[in-house]
């Protein structure tokens, strides 16, 4: 499974940490390759005026897609607040983890995998994991 983590780089450094703390996770020892991808610009009418930084993961299986997000989500409490944007991308379908509430993350996780399995629902079916996802907000 590959993905395509795009941090936010408010403050600058944040993909680099990010990297740093996925290589030192005990639960993916053996599951994931991360390597930096480099910086893109915003995209058009994105917030901010600050760089993308991409994070490249490879995992070895969909299991590990598990430890990957609950590692994001511990990453990013650890971070100042507000903590970056973090968004995950498979096989073109994005979601953002912005949340720690366990069943949005749940549905998050569920998401990646449809994705990942080639039953995505095409581009518009990006998620955010801060929002309700039964509310269309």
């Known amino acids: 499974m590959e993905l ?16 740093r703390w996925l290589h030192e996770e005990r639960d993916l020892y053996g599951q994931a ?17 600050s760089a993308l930084e991409i994070v490249n993961v490879v995992l070895s299986n969909s299991i590990a897609l598990g430890s990957l997000v609950t590692t994001l989500v ?33 549905s998050l996780i569920e998401t990646l995998r449809d994705a ?7 581009p518009d079916s990006s998620q955010d994991a801060g929002s309700d996802p039964s509310s269309g907000t």
């Open 116 to 122: 990942d399995s080639g039953s995505s629902q095409g």
């Open 74 to 106: 511990a990453w990013r409490s650890s971070r100042p607040s507000p903590p970056p944007a973090v968004r995950i991308e498979v096989n073109g379908v994005p979601v953002m983890v912005n949340s720690d509430d366990p069943e949005v993350i749940r």
């Open 33 to 49: 390759r991360v390597s930096l991808g480099g910086a893109q610009p915003p995209p058009p009418g994105g917030m901010g005026g």
């Open 4 to 19: 395509v983590l795009t941090v936010d780089e408010v403050v600058g450094g944040e993909a680099e940490t990010l990297l």
